[in-house]
């Protein structure tokens, strides 16, 4: 504990361990000692301790922003809100039949399962809330819900129906059109885009938009086929929560197939039959899972 | 078997911490948030592994930690849209608004210009108050390897804030350190 003249000079590490306080007594009076004759690295000292105040100046706040409702909710809830390994395609294709069909009991039963499927008709009130498969985990100003009301909006739309098109001009301009589409969603949306190509389904790419939303910008595509039907692919990173499994609502015409994958949300909607939808939706998930494999028609955004 | 009572109750208070520290890893709320939503899984997953003599925070740093470095490998697989995320994560970091404008952006950007091995450790120590003991416990490193990394970290930043760009551009998202 003696202040003795250090010879040394203390090297960055422990110049750190000390402003952490990481040092026992005498070494730390060591360091004391050469601060106090040498201002300059006493100023470098100073400096590192602003910077470690700013830190703490920045982030401390989010201690007290009150906690959202979905983490308190992982927390409280029973362990059903713990992820299961992502399921397979096949297994969740099985499942969707198997909720569908227990709807189509419980509709003539007169049961529970057949009246939170009874709903009203989403195109009559775009923003009226669609009845939910699994009203646990989704609330009605959820994503998939979301995602249903932009499709009722924007489908109908004859002359505006997406913000960048891709469907006009020449095969060059088309393909300019679709990276600038994918590079610009990717970059709202922070997470990778990827234009499907639906064409073995018989739909073609018309476009996208970009879609505000108050958890975050989400996207939607859409795609039209030879006979003027029209579905729409809605993206958006998972809020936190958010369900995971495979999942089909069906309301009025209007079908939804939505799940989680690896980090993004992603819910085709359509007014089809629910085979014809299960085959988009299929071909959409593969090639969500093939993610980064550039399609044969250089839909691959330019990197 | 599930999680009692009295763990979730463990568990949820020390939520705030453990978002601070998501937010200051990922800089961004959505992503702070969905860091924590796997890190709360996982720990009501794994509860019967918390040992009580132990501090909470530091095993729920450790998985938070576990989580992002799964995170990034999976970001890493989705190599053709790294650019667009990495503009995407700048410029998110160039618009955050606030009082100090120059100090916050000044701030946040040579954050987000550290390399992970170096931000994690040195936002631990000086963010939490780790010590480095606990830092070398939530990141599984030795004590040495926190020293040496924390004072690495603090140096560069101080070199970034400065103006002196030592590395010229952000690390690549893809890019995964293991840490050792």
Known sequence: ?303 | MQAPDCFRQQLLTAVPRLRRYARSLTLETSAADDLMQTALERALTHWHQFDQRRDMLVWLLSIAHNAFLDQRRRDSRMSFVDPAQADAQQDLVRSDPGADVGLRIDLMAALARLPLDQREPLLLVSVEQFSYAECAEALGIPIGTVMSRVSRGRVALRALLDGQDTSARPEPLRTLRRVV
């Open chain 1, 1 to 303: 504990m003696n202040p003795t003249d250090s010879p040394e000079r203390p090297d960055d590490v422990r110049l750190s361990a000390w402003l952490d306080g990481e040092l026992d007594g005498p070494a730390r009076a060591e360091v004391d000692a050469w601060l106090r004759d040498h201002p300059e690295d006493a100023a470098l000292a100073r400096l590192w301790a602003a910077d470690r105040d700013a830190l703490r100046a920045r982030f401390d706040p989010v201690i007290d922003e009150p906690v959202p409702a979905a983490l308190q909710a992982t927390v409280l809830q029973v362990g059903r809100a713990a992820v299961e390994p992502r399921a397979r395609w096949r297994q969740v294709a099985v499942a969707a039949g198997l909720l569908v069909g227990g709807a189509l009991i419980g509709a003539l039963t007169g049961g529970v399962v057949g009246a939170q499927f009874a709903g009203s008709d989403v195109l009559q009130s775009a923003a009226q809330r669609l009845p939910w498969v699994d009203a646990e985990r989704l609330r009605p100003g959820g994503w998939p819900h979301r995602a249903a009301v932009a499709h009722a909006v924007y489908a109908p739309e004859v002359r505006h129906p997406v913000e960048v098109n891709v469907a006009q001009g020449s095969a060059s301009e088309q393909r300019a059109q679709e990276e600038h589409l994918a590079r610009w969603l990717g970059k709202r949306l922070d997470m990778p885009v990827k234009l499907f190509d639906l064409r073995t389904q018989g739909f073609e790419l018309v476009g996208g938009r970009l879609l505000p939303d108050a958890q975050g910008p989400s996207a939607q595509l859409m795609y039209q086929n030879g006979g003027g039907q029209r579905v729409t692919i809605y993206l958006r990173k998972p809020e936190a929560g958010a369900s995971t499994a495979f999942r089909f609502q069906r309301d009025g015409e209007l079908g939804l197939f939505y799940w989680v994958e690896d980090g993004f949300g992603c819910a085709l909607v359509g007014k089809l039959p629910r085979e014809q939808l299960l085959a988009l939706a299929e071909a959409v998930y593969k090639q969500a899972e093939d993610g980064i494999q550039p399609s044969p028609q250089g839909r691959k955004p330019a990197s």
